[in-house]
């Protein structure tokens, strides 16, 4: 998935030509994504011109309005317009178009969820455990609220949320994402900034400017949830902050209580 900033993505930002934030102009990978979809819409928008320009072609053999009102003299045969023809050859250009995205967009969409599965498996029993979530879900780092909210949050040493400061690769072990923390939840006090690890698969991979909302499992500094964008961040909230008060008094089995 691309980045997002300020909530639109490369497309949107191409379509609605809005100035990009700072942020969107030092990553080269949304900044190549949006040229792509700026010149996508480019090419759209000409054909679109072009159907317009059919459809308000008078018909053949059809007179001017100031002919019409003081016909001087008998009006010349009109030049055949071949209307049919010209739509049709504009209507096939917009959907090549429109087949090209559709097919880049599938491409994407392969490409992100390459490699998925390993992490999933790798993660499934801690999650399981503390009522995470599925094995779909765990693809993206994200999804429905734990089965038993309390106790993933009873098992959690660090839920807070943040804005990406640095994405750090690992040589191949993944990632170290370093947030600077704007809400906390778990613990109520620390630093202004934390880190946790991704795996190299792990997707959606948080980059530099993003909203992120993260817990970290006790032992480890890898993220056993990550939302990413405002949206996601947002539902994930509202369970959290339900179930924040009940986690203070459920134990989790890794404490050696039952």
């Known amino acids: 998935m691309a980045a997002e900033y300020d909530g639109a993505d490369a497309l949107m930002a191409a379509i609605t030509g809005e100035p990009l934030p700072e942020a969107a102009r030092a990553d080269a990978e949304f900044m190549a994504g949006h040229r792509a979809a700026a010149a996508d819409v480019a090419l759209l928008r000409e054909q679109l011109s072009a159907i317009g320009d059919v459809l308000a072609a008078p018909p053949a053999g059809a ?14 045969p009109a ?9 049709r050859i504009a209507l096939g250009s917009l959907a090549a178009v429109v087949a ?43 999804g429905p609220p734990p089965s038993d909210p309390e106790l993933a949050l009873a098992c959690d040493r660090l839920v807070v949320e943040g804005t990406v400061a640095r994405v750090e690769p690992k040589d191949g072990q993944g990632s170290r994402i370093v947030l600077t923390v704007t809400r906390r939840y778990k613990p109520d006090r620390g630093p202004a ?13 948080p980059r530099r400017g993003q909203h992120v909302l993260v817990e970290v499992g006790r032992g480890t500094d890898d993220a ?13 909230r509202a369970w959290i902050l339900k179930a924040l008060p009940g986690s203070r008094h459920t134990a989790c089995p890794s404490d050696g209580s039952t």
């Open 63 to 76: 007179p001017s309005p100031v002919t019409a009102r003081s016909r001087p003299r008998a009006p010349r």
């Open 79 to 87: 030049r055949p317009v071949r209307r049919g023809r010209a739509l």
């Open 100 to 142: 090209l995205s559709a097919v880049a967009g599938l491409a994407r969409l392969v490409t992100e969820n390459s490699g998925s599965d390993s992490q999933a498996a790798k993660s499934a029993g801690a999650a399981d455990a503390k009522g995470g979530p599925g094995e779909a879900d765990r693809r993206s780092g994200d």
């Open 193 to 205: 900034q934390v880190a946790f690890l991704l795996a190299e698969d792990a997707h959606p991979g």
């Open 224 to 236: 056993s949830r990550w939302a990413v964008g405002e949206d996601r961040v947002a539902v994930n």
